[in-house]
């Protein structure tokens, strides 16, 4: 079993800073991808960023130029740094973790961008 803790959410005005963290627990720190999805109030859960476990990125276009995920495989955590943020962004961000074709998922972590 794996269990994911995110962190970091919070309050940030537009063009404000945030860094989200995902912290894996509860089994080996191996995954094929790991990344994180978005819902905005009152929409679905749509991807934002991932990563595979030899390091390649992938970005939805809405956040490419303005987030970074990154791995410290040491601290079996994923990162998520979010710059320029923008009201859009405000919503629930969960971190996900696929292995062996399966996903868990963490609790999410509110996001909240208001001038």
């Known amino acids: 079993q794996v269990q994911l803790v995110e962190s970091g959410g919070g309050l940030a005005q537009p063009g404000g800073s945030l860094r989200l963290s995902c912290a894996a627990s509860?089994?080996?720190?191996?995954?094929?991808?790991m990344g994180w999805y978005h819902q905005a109030p009152g929409k679905q859960r749509d991807p934002v960023a991932s990563?595979?476990?030899?390091?390649?990125?992938a970005y939805a276009d809405s956040v490419k130029g303005r987030f970074t995920i990154s791995s410290d495989n040491a601290k079996n955590t994923v990162y998520l740094q979010m710059n320029s943020l923008k009201p859009e962004d405000t919503g629930v961000f969960y971190c996900y973790l696929v292995r062996s074709f399966q996903y868990y998922w963490g609790q999410g972590t509110q996001v909240t961008v208001f001038s």
């Open positions: 990563i595979t476990n030899s390091g390649y990125t």
């Open positions: 509860g089994s080996a720190f191996t995954y094929d991808t």
